[in-house]
């Protein structure tokens, strides 16, 4: 089954404790992003990568990191996570190939920063 | 089915009845749009998308109506069912797909009255 996965799917930590929220697709898709949901304020690009080795800034890249080092692999690293970053994340993936929007989201992560 | 304006958070319609959403667009430059539906607990699902050089695309049950005069979109469900329940995201980006330049609305949540 086509499909992006992200692991955790719920996640309660600290203030400054090192945080990595991973996410995979299995349909050989170039490009990747994560996105985090607030209310009121909708989705908001963090970072996206148009191909391994390759990631760039969204809209709000700030406390975030990103690698792409695999194809189907593209974690997000919180180094030194605060309370504003508790949020809902979620990892999507599209294809190169259909020149199209038709972006694949992951079931979402659910962090809370204290 | 009703008309309403540019933006409301919440939408409620009768099980049976047209539903309309509708979406102002700020990017003059933007010539792709896209409607994504996000159920409670799952992430954003594509649903239909149209570029600039068209006024009118058709899906299954839903139509999505673009007037770039006054940089609106609107998304069109028939017959709406217990499953439409969701929030609707229009978004708009630059022709050639990939991962940067989706900028997302605030959403739409449709409820459907029994």
């Known amino acids: 089954e086509a499909q992006v996965t992200q692991n955790p799917r719920y996640l309660i930590t600290v203030t400054g404790k090192k945080l990595t929220v991973t996410c995979s697709q299995n349909?050989?898709?170039?490009?990747m992003s994560w996105y985090r949901q607030d209310p009121g304020l909708g989705l908001r690009q963090i970072y996206y990568?148009?191909?391994?080795?390759?990631?760039d800034k969204g809209d709000v890249p700030e406390g975030y990191k990103v690698s792409r080092k695999e194809k189907r692999n593209f974690p997000l690293i919180l180094e030194s996570p605060s309370p504003n970053q508790t949020s809902l994340y979620f990892c999507?993936?599209?294809?190169?190939?259909?020149?199209?929007?038709?972006?694949?989201f992951g079931p979402g992560t659910r962090l809370t920063v204290t | 089915g009703e008309s309403v304006g540019l933006h409301l958070p919440t939408l409620s319609v009768q099980e049976g009845d047209n539903s309309i959403i509708n979406c102002a667009y700020s990017?003059?430059?933007?010539?792709?749009f896209i409607w994504y539906k996000q159920e409670s607990g799952k992430g954003p699902q594509f649903i239909i998308d149209?570029?600039?050089?068209?006024d009118k695309r058709q899906g299954q049950r839903v139509t999505v109506l673009l007037n770039k005069t006054v940089k609106h979109l609107s998304l069109q469900i028939a017959a709406t069912q217990p499953g439409d329940s969701a929030v609707y995201f229009c978004?708009?980006?630059?022709?050639?797909?990939?991962?940067?330049?989706?900028?997302f609305g605030k959403g739409t949540h449709l409820i459907i009255q029994p």
């Open positions: 990017n003059s430059a933007s010539d792709y």
């Open positions: 999507a993936s599209s294809s190169r190939r259909t020149s199209s929007y038709e972006q694949y």
């Open positions: 978004a708009e980006g630059h022709s050639g797909g990939g991962a940067d330049g989706l900028t």
């Open positions: 990568s148009m191909n391994v080795e390759v990631t």
């Open positions: 349909m050989n898709h170039e490009y």
């Open positions: 149209i570029r600039s050089n068209m």
